[in-house]
């Protein structure tokens, strides 16, 4: 993994942006910085994202009649074993090279050096999966820690990769998972 990559992850953990977008911003905000190049989806006529290869951002809204809401962002960090073109062209100009996996032991440690620290929080994926906050920006990291039974497919994940970066989740939502799935350390 490039160490421009990593700083990407650095900033989008420690800012709770990718390169400026908040999960807050409109549509067209988020098109501005990350380019018009993406697939746009929907549920039905309240819900919709749009995938930007590996990034994700998603909106609500109440009715046709409202402007959309920005709801969050995921970083589908899993798609980078596939290969291919998973990084948009804007990430790729500005960062070069994505290895094809994230390995979380790395990440923390580089967090940790520039004094940024990760809570563990208990998670319903668990043991597959540990659940991981930032509480300054709002950002959650989904770990892959538990192998998968039967066949290990080519390019899958491996223990300790990261599964996805996130945004956002609030302190309410932490204590919640707090409450429902037990307050040990993730």
Same mark, same amino acid.
């Given at each position: ?8 992850y ?11 977008a908040?999960?807050t911003?409109t549509p067209d ?7 018009s190049?993406?697939?746009e ?12 290869g ?11 009649? $409202?402007?959309?809401?920005? $709801? ?16 948009n062209?804007?990430?790729r100009?500005?960062y ?15 967090l940790?050096?520039?004094?940024? $620290? ?8 668990a ?11 709002q ?5 892959f820690?538990?192998?998968?039974r ?6 899958s ?5 990261v $599964? ?11 204590a ?6 037990g307050d040990?350390?993730?």
């Amino acid at each position: 993994m490039t160490p421009h990559s990593l700083a990407f992850y650095m900033g989008v953990i420690t800012s709770g942006t990718v390169l400026g977008a908040k999960p807050t911003d409109t549509p067209d905000r988020v098109t501005s910085i990350l380019g018009s190049d993406f697939a746009e989806n929907a549920f039905d006529d309240q819900s919709m994202w749009r995938d930007y290869g590996m990034a994700e951002f998603f909106w609500c809204r109440e009715s046709r009649e $409202h402007a959309w809401t920005g $709801h969050h962002f995921t970083l589908q960090v899993h798609r980078l074993s596939m290969g291919g073109n998973t990084v948009n062209r804007v990430l790729r100009e500005r960062y070069g090279r994505f290895d094809h996996r994230l390995r979380f032991d790395r990440l923390e440690r580089l967090l940790t050096t520039c004094g940024v $620290h990760l809570e563990g929080v208990p998670n319903p994926n668990a043991p597959a999966y540990t659940l991981h906050w930032q509480p300054a920006s709002q950002v959650s990291v989904l770990v892959f820690r538990a192998a998968e039974r039967g066949p290990r497919q080519r390019d899958s994940e491996r223990i300790g990769d990261v $599964h996805t970066v996130s945004s956002s989740m609030t302190a309410e939502q932490v204590a919640w998972y707090r409450s429902r799935y037990g307050d040990q350390n993730a």
